[in-house]
């Protein structure tokens, strides 16, 4: 059954090594630029600070080698391969722009281009090609100044950027769909209309961009893997595409420009009140200030609809942002980082996450790529430890495990009450396993300093009664353990209150958040992990924990989240945080 998905990627490794070596033959004239690029990008003056220094963090692998280029050290594992070749990091020696980082960045480039230029290497992706060569042409005045014996040549750096775009002209299709693809069909216009000579071959990439769009950007501007930070990756590589195609006198196909349209609102409903994203289905936070820049540079005005965006619900007020996985998760080829998360939710005051989901752990290996993409990591219900979905076996050559047996049915309810809004959802994740239904209720208050959340556990048709009965049957009649967890950020201060019927949560900001329930189930306050892919292992954090049993065919928990009534309603928080290579 897997043989043939395995012949496929044998066959379009070889054709990508094949084509690799005839584009780099060629000796064709390199002319230059049409006109000087204008770098879009952006990025870290730490991480730059940091590279140029000799300290190599990708893909949650940290390697010091002060004295070495990164193409002479031994990458710990494909990820950490392709972020090097992917040279996404000139954006960080960029942003530091001194003649340190300056040399670092030509040196580099000018050794992969005599280690990898003949079209050797891992490199030679249609993606990672597709990111090369915006970096490359984005910093050419960068790298190209004046650096000493540092400084490559620019016939040299001109030929391999010309040698690249033929090889992605035959290979942009051999990207998979979604984000990769319209990295290397980006990368193709960006350089078919910087480089002298080579203008023909942005004209089918600019159609091909322009049906991508209209096949992976639906009605209400997401992506199928439902990932929030892979949809800001695309969003952002549309509105360059756009803006090289003005800057070069050219227009904008419908189809391109509505996408922008779509996927912009669906941004603005995903985005934290702090300006990062909401942390879902294998998405992160997003680079700091990338989102709001990606939003600012399209131009796009118009604000997050009504209902659902990418199959989220967003409530917010005063300081308050509160996001809710309101959909069943990806399927199929899409569900491969996709997280068993329906009706999670995170919440974020002012500058400070409160509530969060633990994140992926794919850069710390298998077992906490697992664990992160369970339900138990997510601020949401899970019944004894099952999950909302289930993991399928590993592909033998790839190794990805898709997510399966997840929620089919969501219905889902926002409407206005008379003291703020309410979000009522329910999945039947748990139907197949325990004959349950989860149904969950939250309600933020018009300021913002209160939510109000009811979790409830239903059996409702005859044949889901008879399958509970079976389940509790299984307990010996002890009920059903549930769990409800709320995964607090590492940067929350929480402690056990009012003789541990409460917590009470310091954020740095100053605000004292107070977490209550209905005394129905117990309470504790228990160690947790919070996974971000910057970081060389995972972040301590704390977690609510809310354990119960399920005996009745209706079993329902209350509980609420307030701000203390001593906790201003403005609140100064100018705390600047560098988070670069903390390991707290």
């Known amino acids: 059954m897997n043989k043939f998905p395995q012949l496929r990627a044998q066959s379009t490794r070889f054709l990508n090594r094949m084509h690799a070596r005839l584009a780099t033959r060629g000796r064709g004239q390199a002319r230059g630029f049409v006109s000087s690029p204008e770098p879009r990008t952006i990025g870290s003056f730490a991480r730059g600070r940091q590279l140029a220094a000799g300290n190599f963090l990708f893909a949650g692998s940290l390697i010091t080698a002060p004295d070495q280029t990164p193409w002479q050290i031994e990458a710990p594992d494909s990820a950490f391969a392709e972020s090097l070749h992917g040279f996404a990091w000139l954006d960080d020696l960029a942003a530091v722009g001194d003649m340190a980082s300056r040399k670092a960045a030509q040196r580099w480039l000018w050794d992969w281009i005599d280690a990898y230029g003949a079209g050797r290497g891992p490199g030679w992706t249609p993606d990672l090609t597709g990111r090369r060569l915006i970096r490359w042409i984005n910093h050419a005045l960068f790298m190209l100044q004046a650096g000493g014996d540092n400084a490559p040549d620019s016939e040299v750096f001109y030929r391999s950027l010309m040698q690249q775009t033929n090889f992605l002209s035959k290979r942009w299709h051999a990207a998979a769909p979604g984000l990769a693809r319209f990295e290397a069909l980006t990368g193709l216009i960006y350089a078919g209309l910087s480089l002298e000579g080579l203008e023909a071959l942005a004209d089918p990439a600019i159609k091909a961009l322009a049906r991508e769009c209209e096949a992976q950007i639906d009605d209400q501007g997401g992506l199928p893997t439902r990932n929030p930070e892979e949809l800001l990756d695309v969003f952002t590589l549309l509105t360059w595409a756009a803006a090289a195609l003005s800057d070069a006198g050219r227009g904008t196909p419908q189809p391109?420009?509505?996408?922008?349209?779509?996927?912009?609102?669906?941004?603005?409903?995903?985005?934290?009140?702090?300006?990062?994203?909401?942390?879902?289905?294998?998405?992160?936070?997003?680079?700091?200030?990338?989102?709001?820049?990606?939003?600012?540079?399209?131009?796009?005005?118009?604000?997050?609809?009504?209902?659902?965006?990418?199959?989220?619900?967003?409530?917010?007020?005063?300081?308050?942002?509160?996001?809710?996985?309101?959909?069943?998760?990806?399927?199929?080829?899409?569900?491969?980082?996709?997280?068993?998360?329906?009706?999670?939710?995170?919440?974020?005051?002012?500058?400070?996450?409160?509530?969060?989901?633990?994140?992926?752990?794919?850069?710390?290996?298998?077992?906490?790529?697992?664990?992160?993409?369970?339900?138990?990591?997510?601020?949401?219900?899970?019944?004894?430890?099952?999950?909302?979905?289930?993991?399928?076996?590993?592909?033998?050559?790839?190794?990805?495990?898709?997510?399966?047996?997840?929620?089919?049915?969501?219905?889902?309810?926002?409407?206005?009450?008379?003291?703020?809004?309410?979000?009522?959802?329910?999945?039947?994740?748990?139907?197949?396993?325990?004959?349950?239904?989860?149904?969950r209720t939250l309600e933020l208050t018009h300021d913002g300093r209160a939510v109000a959340g009811e979790d409830m556990l239903l059996a409702m048709e005859d044949a889901e009664k008879r399958r509970f009965d079976r389940a509790l049957d299984r307990t010996k009649l002890k009920g059903i353990r549930f769990e409800i967890r709320f995964h607090l950020h590492p940067e929350v201060d929480a402690t056990l209150d009012l003789g541990g019927a409460a917590v009470s949560m310091a954020l740095k900001s100053g605000e004292i958040w107070v977490f209550r329930h209905d005394g129905t189930t117990e309470?504790?306050?228990?160690?947790?992990?919070?996974?971000?892919?910057?970081?060389?292992?995972?972040?301590?954090?704390?977690?609510?924990?809310?354990?119960?049993?399920?005996?009745?065919?209706?079993?329902?928990?209350?509980?609420?989240?307030?701000?203390?009534?001593?906790?201003?309603?403005?609140?100064?928080?100018?705390?600047?945080?560098?988070?670069?290579?903390?390991?707290d």
């Open 256 to 439: 391109h420009l509505a996408a922008i349209e779509r996927i912009a609102p669906t941004l603005r409903t995903l985005r934290h009140s702090d300006g990062g994203l909401a942390r879902f289905h294998g998405g992160g936070r997003g680079a700091e200030g990338w989102l709001d820049h990606a939003l600012a540079s399209s131009g796009v005005r118009s604000m997050q609809p009504d209902g659902l965006s990418m199959g989220y619900a967003r409530l917010s007020a005063g300081r308050t942002s509160v996001i809710i996985d309101a959909s069943p998760p990806p399927g199929g080829a899409a569900s491969a980082n996709a997280h068993a998360s329906t009706l999670a939710f995170e919440l974020t005051s002012g500058r400070r996450p409160l509530i969060v989901n633990c994140g992926s752990g794919a850069s710390f290996g298998l077992d906490w790529r697992r664990a992160g993409r369970a339900t138990p990591s997510h601020s949401a219900l899970s019944l004894g430890g099952y999950s909302s979905a289930r993991l399928d076996g590993a592909d033998r050559r790839t190794g990805i495990e898709a997510l399966i047996d997840g929620p089919t049915h969501v219905p889902v309810e926002i409407a206005p009450v008379s003291d703020g809004m309410k979000f009522q959802g329910g999945h039947d994740g748990y139907v197949l396993t325990h004959g349950l239904t989860h149904a």
């Open 523 to 583: 309470l504790t306050l228990e160690a947790g992990a919070y996974l971000e892919t910057t970081r060389l292992k995972p972040r301590a954090s704390q977690q609510i924990v809310l354990t119960g049993r399920a005996i009745n065919p209706a079993s329902r928990v209350r509980w609420s989240l307030s701000k203390a009534q001593e906790t201003a309603i403005g609140v100064r928080d100018l705390e600047r945080d560098d988070p670069f290579l903390e390991d």
